[in-house]
């Protein structure tokens, strides 16, 4: 037979297909010419997924293939082995016979896709359906007990520069559409017949002996579908091409190279990897998986509308309406989801959700620009960007802050979005790849911190925007209270202020769109590390600190000494026991708000805290030589409390006493927190205080019952957020 030139398919890399670590069940070691192996252990799992192939399709022995060589590895996962599709099924439980040249290295097999799925999961097929292995000069038998296509390719370091032709035996041919190779209408015809046999199966045995899978293959994308979804393909030239700019397209926003690539790869599959999936929460939470290969849940019912249906629904590609009406645009989120760079923050972390998800909508927006297309389902970010610019003060302000309503980490997905499409639309969609070239360029790794999570993330976004903006967008991002420590805002200040015409985030415009100009990036000052680490102030064990408040409009409260103090952790029982003294409760109520004239601004306690103890009037003379006398250094402040009753409290317009006037000044921020949990607030300062007193106002989140609340705090920790330098190379 001719050698078939191939297409390529792309393996998942092996860090999220692992190869199996238990041996299948071996049934038959007959090395004799039977090739299929009796009693199957596995059938009614094959049955479950990927199906069996009829006895009566012809096995083709002797089949030429070219392995193509000199590529590039795959852009996004370099040390994923890229997977060439041969034109061969191997049926489920056959062996398969693969004679490769002399002199060859580094190639591999495999027969099926499929993620493994975890453990403890509700299996409703296979855990683990793929088989691989590498192959050695000479003949190899290899083989699957579930079936599936036979693919080959080099691991990642060994690709030769010329091509290779490998002989093989016992594969059913899968009848592929290629593009610009296949006839399109004489080939659709036949996977349309068949699609209806599997709506009306008939009788005769003959007429249903074809290969339930298929493949469609361009220089761009490969797609592995069910033959019984091609009913709605009604032309696999137009699907194919509508897929190639959306391949283009997602190269570009992710600052990638795409010159000498191999094609992308989406299959469907009926179970994904699923932690939450277990056999007491069945139901299935996964839909697709964007990684490599990408992959979308494959509904079984065909009068559904299911995901297979939508890899072939050409309006959908494009990021328009079914036929329905509906807008569908979970197709660009697949190709989002396909890069996660280390700017967008880690799987299973707070920035996974904060930053990752509204740079993915992002990206959806993008695609659809770039393709001249019509975003299906467009979002009008006027409410998010109305509510940022209303004037709020006094009572609006406390309570607009209580009701997280303006937190960039509150304002729910689309929320977040709206930030990122005004950045867009002021500077264009250049900002997006620059920020994938910039992480990569500076071999920018996402560092999570016990306490700060995600914060790397939010500093590198902040200062990289600023790069391409070539502007203080500090503004800007205070407008939206996005998290940034002093490591970031002393970056951003190298930067020209914005004029009073560049400020950009005082409205949305909806009639707008970014454009596609590309701006040139100041990246003239010095990048700081983007490893930044937070510690704990380190103190002597002799530093107690005093707390001092007033509860009922001006009366002091009697003084809080901190006498038991040896950390600055929040793991520390005598820290969270110490604020009055006592040392049998941890529960402790800095202060009694009554809101007897309705107002909430009524009975503010204001507290001072002293890092140098009380004065004279609270201080015994024993402890003389326990409180020091040099101020505390901070540029962050973490408040705590582990009781939820109480766990919310609102602290504002926090103060410093500067050190060598003894004048009061405000710290930056001053009137609104930047990170807020239960139990806990983080406020990132823009600049390092070295004081001996701070001061600060508490409200508690509401009036409780009978108009009486109690502001709670368990402890308060002053930190230092500090760059570190990053590790040198690998050699």
């Known amino acids: 037979m001719a050698a078939l030139t191939l297409s390529f398919a792309a393996l998942s890399c092996a860090t999220e297909i692992p190869a199996e670590e238990e041996d299948f069940i071996e049934v038959s070691t007959d090395e004799g010419e039977d090739t299929i192996i009796e009693g199957n252990p596995y059938w009614d799992w094959v049955d479950k997924y990927p199906g069996g192939v009829s006895s009566l399709l012809d096995r083709e022995d002797d089949v030429e293939v070219t392995v193509k060589g000199g590529y590039d590895p795959i852009a996004y996962v370099p040390d994923t082995t890229v997977l060439q599709s041969t034109g061969l099924y191997a049926a489920a439980g056959e062996y398969i016979t693969i004679e490769v040249p002399a002199g060859t290295a580094g190639l591999q097999w495999q027969i099926g896709l499929g993620y493994e799925l975890l453990p403890g999961q509700l299996q409703q097929r296979y855990k683990n359906i793929v088989r691989r292995g590498l192959l050695h000069p000479g003949k190899n038998r290899v083989m699957n007990h579930f079936g599936g296509f036979i693919y080959l390719g080099y691991e990642p370091d060994k690709v030769p520069a010329g091509d290779i032709t490998v002989t093989i035996s016992g594969g059913i041919p899968t009848n592929d559409f290629i593009l610009g190779e296949t006839k399109p209408l004489e080939w659709l015809e036949t996977m349309q017949l068949r699609s209806q046999l599997y709506r009306n199966p008939i009788e005769n045995e003959d007429s ?27 032309n696999p030239e137009d699907l194919l091409n509508a897929f190639a700019p959306l391949v283009d397209s997602y190269y570009a926003f992710n600052a990638l190279d795409n010159t000498n690539q191999m094609p992308m790869r989406i299959y469907t599959d009926i179970q994904m990897p699923d932690a939450d999936q277990t056999p007491l929460f069945a139901a299935m939470n996964v839909l697709r998986y964007g990684r490599y290969p990408m992959v979308r849940r494959r509904r079984e019912e065909l009068d559904q509308w299911g995901r297979e249906k939508d890899m072939l629904y050409i309006p959908y590609i494009r990021g328009e309406r079914d036929a329905n009406g509906v807008a569908w645009m979970e197709y660009l989120l697949t190709f989002a989801d396909a890069t996660l760079n280390p700017w967008q923050g880690e799987p299973n972390s707070d920035s996974y959700m904060k930053t990752y998800w ?16 019509v975003h299906g389902d467009p979002t009008n970010f006027t409410s998010w960007v109305d509510k940022i610019n209303t004037p709020v003060t006094g009572v609006d302000l406390y309570k607009s802050c209580l009701d997280n309503t303006q937190m960039y980490l509150k304002i729910g997905e689309l929320g977040r979005t709206a930030p990122l499409m005004q950045l867009a639309l002021e500077y264009g969609w250049g900002l997006f790849p620059y920020l994938s070239e910039r992480s990569n360029e500076l071999g920018y790794q996402y560092i999570r911190e016990p306490y700060l999570d995600s914060q790397s993330a939010y500093d590198f976004f902040a200062m990289t925007c600023c790069e391409y903006a070539d502007r203080n967008l500090l503004p800007f991002f205070k407008m939206w209270y996005f998290p940034l420590t002093q490591i970031a805002t002393d970056y951003m200040k190298n930067f020209q202020e914005l004029s009073d015409d560049e400020i950009f985030w005082t409205s949305f415009d909806t009639d707008r769109q970014p454009s596609f100009e590309l701006k040139v990036p100041n990246k003239s000052f010095a990048r700081p590390s983007w490893n930044i680490q937070f510690e704990e102030v380190d103190q002597d064990v002799k530093r107690n600190w005093a707390l001092l408040g007033n509860l009922y409009n001006g009366t002091y409260y009697p003084g809080r000494l901190i006498r038991s103090r040896t950390s600055n952790s929040v793991v520390d029982p005598e820290w969270k026991k110490a604020w009055d003294g006592n040392n049998a409760t941890s529960s402790i109520w800095l202060g009694n708000c009554y809101n007897t004239s309705n107002v909430s601004s009524t009975n503010i306690p204001i507290y001072e805290m002293s890092f140098v103890g009380p004065d004279d009037s609270y201080r015994a003379v024993d402890d003389e030589d326990v409180y ?10 973490m408040f705590w409390n582990d009781h939820l009753f109480y766990w919310t409290n609102y602290i504002y317009d926090i103060e410093y006493e500067d050190c060598e006037t003894g004048e009061w000044k405000s710290t930056k921020p001053d ?7 239960e139990k806990m607030d983080y406020y990132f300062f823009e600049e390092t205080y070295a004081t001996k007193h701070i001061r600060f106002k508490l409200r508690p989140v509401s009036p409780g019952t009978s108009n009486y609340a109690r502001c709670q705090i368990q402890e308060i920790s002053f930190g230092l957020v500090s760059t570190v330098p990053a590790p040198a190379p690998e050699p």
Not at 630 to 637: C, E, G, P, R
Not at 671 to 677: I, N, P, V, W
């Open 208 to 234: 249903m002996a074809f290969l339930p899978w298929v493949e469609l293959r361009s220089d761009k994308i490969i797609l592995t579908c069910g033959v019984k979804e091609l009913e709605f393909c009604p």
């Open 358 to 373: 509204p740079s993915l909508k992002m990206s959806q927006y993008y695609y659809v620009a770039r393709i001249n297309s």
């Open 628 to 637: 020091a006398t040099d101020s505390l250094v901070f540029n962050t402040l």
């Open 671 to 677: 009137s609104f927190r930047l990170y807020h949990s």
